[in-house]
């Protein structure tokens, strides 16, 4: 029996690719429109949260320590 593969850890080049052409092109199209451009914007956006949220072990850490407000 064969052991399953093990899932890789990080984001796929060929999507991070595939989006940072995606980009380059709708950002250089005088057809596209506004909200079309800022919807591909948004989704390269959230590729780079992704990768600092798998880069950076304390990503998101501050959010369960002590209240800064002392409420």
């Known amino acids: 029996m064969s052991k399953p593969k093990p899932k890789s850890s990080g984001v796929n ?28 914007a948004d989704r390269v956006l959230k590729l780079e949260a992704l990768k600092a949220k798998l880069t950076d072990d304390g990503f998101g850490s501050g959010f369960y320590g002590d209240d800064a407000d002392g409420d």
Not at 13 to 25: H, N, S, V, W
Request: no cysteine.
């Open 13 to 40: 080049a060929e999507l991070e690719k595939f989006l940072t052409k995606m980009m380059k092109e709708a950002m250089t199209s005088h057809e596209m429109s506004l909200t079309d451009k800022m919807k591909i």
